[in-house]
């Protein structure tokens, strides 16, 4: 079948309570059917389905017999990679994700250092699983209006029905879930967004935050100094006041200059002091200068490894896909004699051309490596911020230092040319240096302050010019993402117009339909404008909807739904059984003439008898007596 990226397909769910495993099925491509009576656990490994992949559960919405256990791992298949992700089954909703390259036989018997461990939030020094899951199916991560980070605990909201939430809800209910949030996921899912648009929003919202943060500083600067003084001008005044203290230096000995008179003892201490400042002074500006010099040479080193890092990722990334088109390919005729390739004797799995049996399945050795690079960007990120930050403080102080070694020289050069009869006129002349050398001094520090406030000024006009052309740019794109965005929910309502045709005559509202319209911004769905429907018909509408999702991203390769859907509603809120296995047929019928691959999966207590036992049902039909989780004795 052909194959839309991304996707999620579950290919096992592993339950464990201690040494003991309470629940181990596997799961297929196409329809799976989780069957049993009510109180069974139909629900709560469907809750398991959902923690696994990285959901978000309340402690209020944890079954007690759920909380027995210890450990879910769920064999997953995301873009033709194969990964375990396991997580320890808690009241924190915030549990942590570790990652497995591998199926999950590999994986009991692999060392804990093969597995990769993520925190549910991104830090400064490692990405979240979310950010992880999000890069593997390769959906960018996207912030919603109201700064919300979508992770995939978002889009499992869409892709998940479950039972606690409003039969009316498209998307499973949360707290502090806004529209801002439900409108992203939406975008996101329909693939409306570009990856380079999306990318470039998200630039424009760190942007916003850097000049926000930038105008702050300028505006406090402004409120302690008043009136920015120019550049130029501070460099003219710092000129003149050089100019002035030399001109009254000279004047001092331009006469009356004592020649070869000796110091005395307390003088030669004193200028024996101002040397030993000079001299240490000269070795710290030796040292900001190398410092300055290393500080610089790190940050060009920096950006040009972040550079090549990416590069390598790329080239990574272009590897295996090569190797993923490789393994694809079907030899009909042998490439050595040209002979047509025989099928005898051939194994399912096994090497068209050869034939040779391969049960070993093929992993990809770059995911750790992936993820290294990754960090190394992120690391070496964060560090180039900071290495500017210290280059501006050690540039400020190079000022200082340097105002210092010219006052230093100026003490020395009078203390060691003793004036001949200090006159009033004269000691006026050394009372204005003096003056002269603290306003150069006062000058070196403003204009170090004033520097730092310029480079801050053109650095905010600097990302002022790029925000305006990204903008510019995805303003520009807009009436595209318009034109997707309603094309794409037009296919959506079209099918669930079909789909809900073959409904049973049961709700008046449903029998001719002109128009299903849903709203992802305000979690609703309507028919013919109306959304007040009996409680079974609304369940059957919702149902029809995510269906419909589903088979618009198999029909459109645009869409960036990973092709999942898991359905715990199909017959809820007093469904009579005759309309529950009708809509089980629909959802059969639909999933086999889908030429793109994808996973259902949904549990019903009113099973078809033409379907028990079939292809499509997932371990044993479930009753209080034999349960989803084997928990008695443990």
Not at 202 to 231: C, H, P
Not at 331 to 338: A, L, W
Not at 465 to 485: D, G, W
Not at 552 to 565: N, Q
Request: charged share 25%; with cysteine; glycine share 4%.
């Amino acid at each position: 079948m052909t194959q839309y990226k991304p996707f999620i397909f579950i290919n096992r769910l592993i339950i464990t309570k201690g040494k003991h495993t309470v629940y181990d099925e596997f799961f297929h491509k196409g329809v799976n059917i989780i069957r049993g009576t009510n109180s069974s656990g139909k629900s709560t490994i469907m809750e398991f389905l959902f923690y696994g992949l990285g959901g978000s559960i309340l402690e209020k919405q944890w079954k007690t017999v759920a909380l027995s256990c210890d450990n879910t791992h769920i064999e997953v298949d995301i873009n033709n990679q194969v990964f375990v992700l396991k997580r320890q089954v808690s009241t924190n909703f915030k549990e942590q994700m570790n990652i497995f390259e591998g199926t999950y036989d590999e994986s009991v018997n692999s060392s804990a250092q093969n597995w990769l461990s993520f925190p549910y939030a991104s830090t400064a020094n490692k990405e979240s699983f979310h950010d992880n899951l999000l890069k593997l199916l390769n959906i960018p991560i996207t912030k919603s209006q109201d700064s919300s980070y979508i992770n995939f605990n978002q889009i499992l909201r869409l892709i998940y029905t479950d039972q606690l939430s409003g039969i009316s809800r498209i998307f499973r209910e949360e707290d502090f879930d806004s529209s801002f949030k439900r409108e992203t996921i939406g975008d996101l899912m329909l693939g409306v967004n570009s990856k380079d648009v999306t990318q470039k929003k998200l630039e424009i919202i760190q942007l916003n935050k850097n000049i926000d943060k930038l105008t702050s500083d300028i505006r406090a600067f402004t409120t302690m100094y008043g009136e920015v003084e120019s550049e130029s001008n501070i460099n003219e005044r710092i000129s003149e006041n050089k100019v002035a203290i030399e001109t009254l230096t000279s004047s001092l000995y331009s006469v009356n200059t004592v020649e070869n008179e000796s110091v005395d003892e307390s003088t030669k201490e004193l200028i024996s002091s101002k040397r030993e400042q000079l001299n240490t002074s000269l070795q710290t500006k030796e040292n900001l200068l190398r410092d300055i010099n290393t500080l610089n040479f790190e940050i060009i080193d920096s950006e040009s490894f972040v550079v090549n890092l990416k590069k390598r990722l790329i080239n990574i990334q272009e590897s295996d896909n090569t190797l993923s088109i490789l393994s694809d390919i079907a030899f009909n005729f042998c490439p050595s004699c040209f002979s047509k390739v025989s099928d005898n004797l051939k194994e399912v799995g096994a090497c068209n051309l050869c034939h040779s049996s391969n049960n070993d399945s093929y992993e990809s050795p770059t995911f750790r490596v992936r993820k290294d690079i990754e960090f190394q960007i992120s690391e070496t990120k964060d560090l180039i911020p900071k290495f500017n930050d210290d280059l501006e403080k050690l540039t400020g102080s190079y000022v200082l230092i340097k105002e210092e070694i010219s006052n230093l020289k100026g003490e020395i050069l009078i203390l060691e040319k003793p004036i001949k009869g200090i006159s009033s006129e004269k000691t006026g002349t050394l009372i204005n240096i003096g003056e002269l050398r603290q306003k150069g001094s006062e000058l070196a520090e403003k204009s170090r302050v004033l520097n730092n406030l310029y480079a801050k000024q053109a650095n905010r006009d600097s990302l002022q010019n790029i925000l305006n052309s990204l903008e510019n740019e995805v303003l520009s794109k807009e009436s595209s993402v318009i034109s997707n965005r309603n094309n794409r929910k037009t296919l959506i309502s079209a099918i669930a117009l079909r789909l809900l045709l073959k409904d049973l005559d049961r709700e008046d509202d449903f029998k001719d339909p002109k128009e299903i319209s849903f709203d992802f911004t305000n979690d609703r769905i309507k028919v013919d404008g109306v959304s007040n429907f009996s409680a079974s018909s609304t369940s059957i509408l919702k149902t029809v909807l995510k269906l419909s999702i589903l088979i618009a991203s198999c029909e459109d390769p645009g869409f960036l739904y990973p092709r999942l859907a898991i359905m715990d509603n199909v017959e809820d809120k007093g469904m009579e059984q005759a309309r529950s296995q009708n809509l089980q047929k629909i959802i059969i019928e639909e999933s086999n003439n889908l030429e793109v691959e994808h996973q259902i999966i949904f549990t019903t207590s009113m099973i078809d008898e033409s379907l028990e036992g079939s292809k499509y049902c997932i371990g044993e039909f479930y009753n209080p007596e034999s349960r989803t989780l084997d928990i008695k004795g443990y």
